[in-house]
């Protein structure tokens, strides 16, 4: 099992422009979210999914899109980038249970990207 | 509100020495979870432990404890005889049962620096 994966690990992207990155999971988990990694600032929640199809606003949601079309894949998308979001960005994934049970996240290794 | 506060900012110790991780949490859910995550110098969020509100055991994991005390909302997190290899960035989550379920709140973390 790959796990998560993230692509791109880097990219970097000049004000105004587009961009989207692309979340795969093979655990055939429910949930999936997006997060950035700010320094000093731990991770914030952009949006999140709880199954195909369906889409939420996290902590941070301004200045980005999201779709999950497939179970396994959840897109970030960036339509007009701008320096404030040069950040590393986290996708994560876990099972879905009602509540009160949590699950565990389970995250990719990150994007690192770089507005300029 | 839900918020984890990471206090430490930066820590050094050298090898062997024990060394705690504070994490304090504030949450009006009755029933959550905790979680402690690892981010070592390449990049990636490594899953440590998840700890609900209802088991207020101790655990233990080698070198590793956590220390769950519901009385002063604290889970803090202590590395026994410490290895070089224990240089990260180390985070500290919260996961509400109802309110924001789904969400994890993240602290700023807490950088561990090990000299040989």
């Known amino acids: 099992n790959a796990g998560v994966t993230q692509t791109p690990k880097f990219r970097v992207l000049k004000t105004g422009q587009s961009m989207t990155l692309l979340c795969a999971q093979d655990m055939n988990h429910e949930y999936m979210y997006w997060y950035r990694q700010d320094p000093g600032m731990g991770l914030r929640l952009i949006h999140y999914s709880v199954g195909e199809g369906t889409t939420a606003k996290g902590e941070v949601p301004d200045g980005y899109n999201v779709s999950r079309l497939k179970k396994q894949n959840f897109l970030l998308g960036l339509e007009s980038a701008a320096p404030s979001q040069t950040s590393v960005y986290f996708c994560a994934s876990s099972y879905g249970r009602l509540p009160p049970y949590q699950e565990t996240q389970y995250f990719g290794p990150g994007t690192r990207l770089l507005v300029l | 509100a839900q918020k984890v506060t990471q206090a430490q900012t930066e820590i050094s110790v050298v090898e062997k020495e024990d060394v705690t991780l504070d994490c304090v949490y504030e949450?009006?859910?009755?029933?959550?979870?905790l979680f402690w995550y690892k981010q070592p110098p390449s990049g990636e969020l490594v899953f440590l432990i998840r700890r609900n509100s209802f088991d207020e055991q101790n655990e233990i994991s080698g070198r590793y404890s956590w220390n769950f005390q519901k009385s002063t909302s604290s889970f803090n997190f202590t590395i026994t005889a410490s290895q070089v290899v224990d240089s990260a960035v180390y985070f500290c989550a919260l996961s509400g049962a109802r309110y924001n379920f789904n969400k994890f709140y993240f602290g700023s973390g807490t950088k561990l620096n090990v000299k040989p």
């Open positions: 949450t009006r859910d009755t029933t959550y979870y």
